[in-house]
């Protein structure tokens, strides 16, 4: 007789093969329809609130950004499941070099307007370059907003927040005035760093340091006038040492540390200075100096009132200051000092009422004033800094004031953008004061308050705060918000007024920042305003744009309450150069504004590095895209490796990493059909079995699986992602796959279908199909989904309209946890006996052995009696005896027992393949256990009920 069809095999619709690059984006469209996102920001309950820092609407997404999404999407859906009211926004950064050097790059006539000095554009022109601008940044808006949705992020993808909007640049300038009103902004001319080929002043967070090679250049400069006698009357000479021979040009004087011990000593040429904790070095440089007499010992401050001889232009002259930047850690202690290219040195000109000269236009080329300070010119106007650099040595040699010339390998700083390098160069900007009204003050006090993850990073994002100089927020630059600042006709005042920031303001709002061009100056003056200085009414609109870190600065204060939403933020999440970035100019302007940080927590993440642990490139082969990951694997796949890996360090992914997560994904997806197939015929509410009525396997199952929720909510709450999903990962493989699954399939396929063994076994599977699905919807999106989808019972429309599933108090068994510790450790040694009688041909399979279970101490036999009658299932054999003394082949011991192998008494049941003493002995099912009998006779009066 066959008995196939009695047995209740596992059916399911639920897929082996996932195929999720075909079916994810049939769940993106039904999310989408359901208003899913929509939903669970309408329902009551408490706000969770995680901002999103805007990206760049340039091109294709990249695995950092893929990474960052799906990051700050298992946080959202996470707390969704926990019951919070979730409202995602995500935004672009619309505007800045980015966005313009892309255009530039794909249209050569464009490259050459957007190169040329504004000034010398005409209106219309600049409306174009901008036209083009917005056209490329809104179509990788649309282009990127379709690919981190295909990534399975639920948002507000309707509504972003997008800093081109009209309300946005609106509300930015808003801010803008009251931070002019309040006394942070001023304009000056100062020192910044410049990019002489994006032709822009460029903000701290926009700076990347790497060697560069520079000219080593020492030299001398005469002491034309001593009046305090320090030298008597003898000829002496600083020597000095710089690594920008082209500041020459602008030298205005040469610094000295106040504390610094200085030394004169003799030569042929007569004295020479130095500091004299440096004299080891500057011997290297000029070896007379090593046994040179020491003529005069003094300290820096005694310098005070020397006059050099300008070592470039004989007709200049260069007096000597004091300044606490000089340092001992390179050169000779006296520093070359050009207010015009420096930040410490213009800090220091200032003091001394030197002037800010800096002969450098845009774009990096020496300027008429270089040649016109002196009788004795250079003859460098229209010369790079490289070529000036130059014939300032070749002046120094000939007036014989060139000591050395070689090459260093230094930290330079170069433009984020070209990956050129920059220069400092005096420049008139505007500017805001961190430490006004106490600002950096305040703002590192909050940092305290704020949790950071990981915890390094408060560190970082405190130096960060603690060193930056005032924010240089003006750009010379086209695509932007304008900076609506006026230059007075009459007196040539500049100034920023509030009011008249709030009228184009008003006026932005209904026009946009184009508004600036295309509008006359008039539009934007209150009525009856004057010029602050001088009362005169004729004004020029100035034409720089704010720094684009300004603009994704004030998104919290933007977004979140125009939104509805509560400020503070509750996370911020990017990565590990928004410390300089964005967490940074967020912090600086919410405290300025609101006197409170935008955020509560801030999650850093790292950076994503190929599997050797090289920086993606695309010039090294290298690169992978996120898009053809989604194409090639789904998703699902995808984000299964974001949340394995501890996200705060940098993390790899190449081929291989992704086909172990891919295999990874199998095993879970197996798990989950297996549990779904076998509870084809179950439903929650009628067939449920409560854990004391439930037999001690299932039981424990249960405690672990109540266990495992604990963990990854703990994880979870923790954004600790890899421990949640290694906690599930574990325990379906290691107790549900390799443990459960094979133990109860006899139960599952040949008891009665209705049987309280088999119902108990489906009330497991439920239970782990059910919580472990609604745990793991954060990672594992779209598969979560379908399997929300096959889950038999009530349930909500989404799994992400489900609840966190608690635990029954009832599963929770610590005593018998431990019995079973214990019990699976006398398990492990078993299966050792089993492979080895396997291995031998004594036995097929392990339902053709019986056990011989020697306990050799009383706990252990005290234990194996308890669970008597549950042991051959756990063991899947057919039989366990309690044996007094080792016996059996096979003997393999234990901590406490030892187990052997003895096949199976009696015969094979055909129905389940358990062996037994009594099979066939009921004429009626001649090859069948007593077991299977009953089984089948239970299942005929279940038929005969029903008809």
Known sequence: MDYKDTLNLPKTDFPMKASLPRREPEFIKRWNERNIAGRLAERPGEWFVLHDGPPYSNGHIHLGQALNKVLKDIINKFKAIEGFRIRYIPGWDTHGMPIENEVTKHDPEFAKLSAAHRKDLSPETRLKIRAKCRVFALHWVDVQKEEFQRLGVLGDWANPYLTISKEYESQELDILALLAERGYIYRDHMPIHWCPTCRTALAMVEIEYKDKTSPSLWFLARVKKDPKGLFGGATAWALVWTTTPWTLLANRAFAFGPEVRYLALSTERGLIILAEALLGLASEAMPSLANAEVAKTFLGIEAEGLVFENPLFPDLESPAVLSEYVTLDAGSGIVHTAPGHGREDYEVGKRYLLPTFSPVDESGRFTREADEQSENPLSVEGLSVEEGGQKAIERLAERGLLVQVGEIVHQYPYCWRCKKPLLFRATSQWFLRVDHLDLRKRALELIKGVKWVPSSSRGKISASVAERPDWCISRQRHWGVFIPALTCLDCGSEFLHPEVVRLAARVFAEEGSDAWINQPTEKFLPEG??????????????????????????????????????????????????????????????????????????????????????????????????????????????????????????????????????????????????????????????????????????????????????????????????????????????????????????????????SAGRRSAQTVLYHIARSLDIALAPVLSFTAEEVHDHLPGEKAESVFLERWPEPSPDWRDEELASDFRRLLEIRDTATLALEKARNSDMIGNSLEAELLVNAKRDDVLDLLKRYRDHLAELFIVSGVRLSPAPGGTFLEEGDGWAVGVEKARGKKCVRCWVWHPDTGKDERYPDVCPKCVSALEESRGTDKGKA
């Open 529 to 754: 305003f004057v010029c602050p200085s001088c009362g005169g009414t004729r004004f020029e609109k100035q034409n720089d744009i704010l720094d684009v870190w300004f603009d994704s600065g004030v998104t919290a204060m933007v977004v979140l309450p125009e939104a509805g939403l509560p400020l503070p933020s509750d996370v911020y999440l990017e990565g590990p150069d928004q410390h300089r970035g964005w967490f940074n100019a967020s912090l600086m302007l919410t405290v300025a504004v609101r006197g409170e940080p935008p955020y509560k927590e801030v999650i850093t993440h790292g950076w994503v590095l190929d599997e050797k642990g090289y920086t993606m490139h695309k010039s090294l082969g290298n690169a992978i895209s996120p898009n053809e990951v989604v194409e090639e694997h789904g998703a699902d796949v995808l984000r299964l490796w974001v949340s394995s890996t501890d996200y705060t360090q940098d993390i790899r992914l190449g081929k291989e990493i992704l086909a172990r997560a891919a295999d990874a994904y199998r095993k879970i997806r197996n798990t989950f059909r297996f549990c779904l197939g076998n509870i084809y015929d179950f439903n929650p509410a009628r067939d449920s079995v409560t854990s004391k009525d439930m037999p001690p396997l299932d039981r424990f199952i249960l405690h672990r699986l109540g266990e495992v929720l604990g963990q990854m909510k703990s994880a979870y709450d923790a954004y600790e992602f890899h421990r949640a999903t290694r906690a599930a990962m574990n325990f379906m493989a290691t107790e549900v796959s390799a443990l459960y699954m094979d133990a109860v399939k006899d139960r599952l396929y040949t008891w009665a279908p209705r």
